[in-house]
């Protein structure tokens, strides 16, 4: 269950988050609006990347501002560009690289990694150099860089944004199997099939929340 | 693509043997590639590194990117040394640093940076009571190792982009978008790095390998 409690957000003087407040207890959430509408910067505060500077957001009654380790260890994060998330050269040593953090001997890790990459179609690319993955590839790849850790909730903020349109069926077709809580931000309104809630956010508030036809019609009337 | 990094995997005695004896190794090599001023040794030193590539059998592709980034490099400081210096500086110099890139590069070639991550991180582990802290210095090695083909890769494509403007030969077309995309690339690794819970964990056990 994510809560968001009277969220504000500042960068300086510009306000990008203004009194959200949402409980979302649905298995899949998806975050829509326009670009600068403070979707992402909503979607950060789930896990703490960024602190709200008014109201708080808990995670499992957790607050991200004073148990942010704690939340961080539930809520696992996919961002837009693989290429800033991948850290290490190969597949199989990135998604490694997370396990680190659970204390697994070495055999254990690489092991472990080539498991979940196989479980997610990227079987025999362990030893397969990260950056000459193709797009699709390489979100998929910081996919199973995020579910190596197991977390109860997957917020992924615009994860499909650089995918063409087979990869991007693939990336959400692999999303709704997943038995994680996923919360997606995105504007490819196509890709909502199977969510239960959207929230449209716009200028900083949350403008809509419903069933995905009612809030994607109040969407586009807002495009105009 | 970076031709000096890079892991290229296989199955040779150099691939299997850990990481912390290799790299010792290493560190050996470069000493003795610096005490020694005696081109004819050095010479030897930098056969015994060729022998290397032999024994982890390095694919011949990845030998000729070395050679094509290294030997201009090598050729260029030999000749620099010659005219200030004369020939026996030189050949001592360029063999020198012939034997410290092929070396490194073997180290690389044969190591994944997982096993050197981890290396580093067992190696520094008795500092700990010193307040070092073993797993963040092996994460440095490790980004800094992936640094090398992520800032590579933002380069060509600056230049690309430079190029399809017109802007080749401007150095602020270069420069200016280079700095704003390796900033910008260190500040979402730093967010990628704390959704992976680096920096959080105050109650972790330390890393085993």
């Known amino acids: 269950m994510i809560e968001f409690e009277g969220v504000g957000h500042r960068y300086g003087d510009r306000e990008v988050l203004a009194d959200v407040t949402l409980a979302l207890p649905e298995k899949r959430v998806a975050f829509v609006g326009a670009n600068g509408s403070g979707k992402s910067t909503l979607a950060r505060t789930v896990n703490g990347l960024v602190l709200p500077t008014s109201g708080r957001v808990l995670v499992d009654g957790l607050d991200t501002a004073r148990r942010g380790a704690e939340v961080r260890r539930r809520v696992g994060f996919v961002f837009t560009d693989p290429d800033s998330q991948i850290v290490m050269p190969t597949a199989g040593e990135d998604v490694a690289f997370s396990l680190r953090r659970a204390g697994l001997g070495r055999a254990e890790r690489a092991r472990r990694a080539a498991e979940v990459l196989a479980e997610h179609g990227l079987a025999g690319y362990a030893d397969h150099p990260a950056h000459q993955l193709s797009g699709g590839q390489k979100q998929l790849l910081a996919l199973c860089g995020m579910l190596a850790l197991d977390p109860d909730v997957l917020v992924c903020d615009e994860p499909t944004t650089l995918l063409d349109l087979r990869n991007k069926r693939r990336f959400v077709d692999l999303l709704s199997g997943l038995r994680q809580q996923v919360v997606l931000v995105t504007h490819d309104l196509d890709l909502l099939d199977g969510f239960e809630r959207v929230v449209v956010v716009d200028g900083g508030r949350v403008v809509a929340d419903d069933e995905p036809a009612p809030a994607l019609r109040h969407y586009r009337a807002l495009a105009g | ?209």
């Open chain 2, 1 to 209: 693509m970076n031709p000096l990094g890079l892991y290229e995997p296989g199955t040779g005695p150099l691939h299997r043997l850990p990481a912390g004896p290799k790299l010792a190794g290493v560190m050996v090599v470069v000493t003795l590639a610096v005490v020694t001023g005696e081109p004819v040794a050095l010479a030897g030193l930098l056969a015994a590194v060729a022998l290397g590539y032999a024994v982890a059998r390095v694919p011949g592709r990845r030998v000729w990117r070395l050679l094509r980034t290294a030997l201009p490099l090598v050729a260029l400081v030999f000749a620099v040394q010659a005219l200030l210096l004369g020939l026996p500086a030189a050949a001592t110099a360029a063999l020198r640093l012939a034997v410290a890139i092929g070396v490194a590069t073997l180290f690389t070639l044969t190591t994944r940076v997982d096993a050197v991550v981890g290396a580093v991180e067992r190696g520094l582990g008795p500092l700990r009571r010193f307040g070092v802290r073993p797993d963040r210095v092996g994460l440095l090695v490790g980004l800094t190792v992936a640094a090398v083909g992520t800032l590579a890769g933002i380069a060509a494509e600056v230049r690309a982009a430079a190029k399809a403007r017109g802007a080749e030969r401007s150095v602020v077309a270069f420069a200016a978008p280079f700095l704003v995309r390796t900033l910008r690339h260190a500040d979402r690794l730093g967010e990628a790095l704390t959704a992976r819970g680096w920096g959080d964990e105050p109650d972790r056990p330390g890393p085993s390998s």
